[in-house]
């Protein structure tokens, strides 16, 4: 993700990097909720939960926001649907955030009971899910 600068406004000259970074990292956004999905999703099956389709019509949702946002240049104007493609896309993030929090929970209840009993999940997983659930949450909370 790339570090976005503060512009504050009337006061700075908005560069076009101020809007390609959020774009690029948008795209960057997309990259880690479908790893966070596949792993989501590999758990669930080894719980014998079955995949979650919503979290697949959440992604796919924000994946068509991210396909509209654009690249501008110096000179370009710069219109209120630029900005506001990304509080829709913000907005999406926060459904995904909370669809993923909703099925670790759903996990928690069904697993939790049977991790005294078998090792179902290989804990690099698990590891690696948690991992990139809390950079997720870093990322999004902005």
């Known amino acids: 993700m790339k570090k976005l ?3 504050i406004d009337l006061v700075d000259v908005f560069e076009p990097e101020d809007h390609n970074d ?3 990292n948008w795209k960057e956004q997309d990259d880690t909720n479908k790893s966070l999905r ?3 999703n590999a758990l669930l099956e080894k719980a014998g939960l079955g995949p979650d389709p ?3 019509d ?3 949702e924000l994946q068509s926001i991210i396909a509209q946002m654009r690249y501008v240049k110096h000179g370009d104007f710069y219109y209120a649907k630029d900005h506001n493609l990304f509080v829709d896309a913000w907005n999406k993030q926060q459904a995904i955030n909370s669809e993923i929090a909703s099925k670790l929970a759903e996990l928690e209840v ?3 009971p049977l991790i005294n009993e078998e090792a179902w ?3 690099e997983m698990a590891e690696e ?3 990139m659930g809390e950079e997720a949450t870093i990322t999004t909370t902005g």
């Open 38 to 40: 596949d792993l989501l």
């Open 5 to 7: 600068r503060k512009v």
């Open 129 to 131: 899910l948690v991992t």
């Open 121 to 123: 999940v290989e804990s």
């Open 110 to 112: 069904v697993c939790v």
């Open 58 to 60: 959440l992604i796919s």
């Open 22 to 24: 959020h774009v690029d």
């Open 54 to 56: 919503a979290l697949d």
